[in-house]
């Protein structure tokens, strides 16, 4: 799957939500910062693992909704080492709990931040990040919408 932003697409299956979620690694670079949102079950660690293999992460990708952030490394498709930060905001209360685990080493570290659940630290998130949200639909299956901010004014 081929994609560029902004992008909304119907993923029917697990593994269709994990080759946009790779799709989309490819348009990203070190100190990306991917917003993800949606409910529970939504699909959004579906999605990082997606993105994980994009950046040639080996690693089985989990939930980091007790340890709050997991780090991966992986390699970029020129050879360069690529590393991963998949965050989960849930557990945080706000920016300031996000602030106090030292999220600025994360979100501008040089790696690529995913972050689940960020509409829970909106000002902690970049004004260039890339905003994913998934959507469940009745059939089972997942409305991805993918875009920055600045897309917003075209659509």
């Known amino acids: 799957m ?3 932003l902004p992008f909304d697409i119907v993923s029917s299956s697990e593994e ?5 979620g790779r799709s989309l690694s490819l ?5 990306s910062v991917v917003a993800l949102r949606g409910g529970l079950g ?3 660690t579906c999605f990082t693992k997606g993105v994980a293999a994009g950046l040639g992460v080996a690693e089985t990708v989990t939930s980091p909704t007790y340890t709050i952030i997991s780090e ?3 390699t970029w498709a020129d050879g360069r080492k690529a590393v991963l930060y998949h965050i989960d905001a849930y557990r945080l209360n706000d920016d300031d709990d996000f602030a106090a685990l030292g999220a600025e080493e994360f979100l501008y570290g040089g790696g690529v ?12 998130i970049p004004k260039d990040a890339v905003f994913i949200d998934i959507e469940p639909l009745e059939n089972g299956g997942r409305k991805i919408s993918g875009y920055r901010l600045a897309d917003t004014a075209k659509l």
Not at 27 to 31: D, E
Not at 113 to 124: D, M
């Open 2 to 4: 081929e994609i560029s």
């Open 16 to 20: 269709e939500t994990q080759d946009c």
């Open 27 to 31: 348009l990203l670079r070190s100190g």
């Open 42 to 44: 939504a699909g959004k």
């Open 72 to 74: 991966y490394e992986g």
């Open 113 to 124: 931040a995913v972050i689940e659940w960020s509409e829970r630290i909106p000002a902690s």
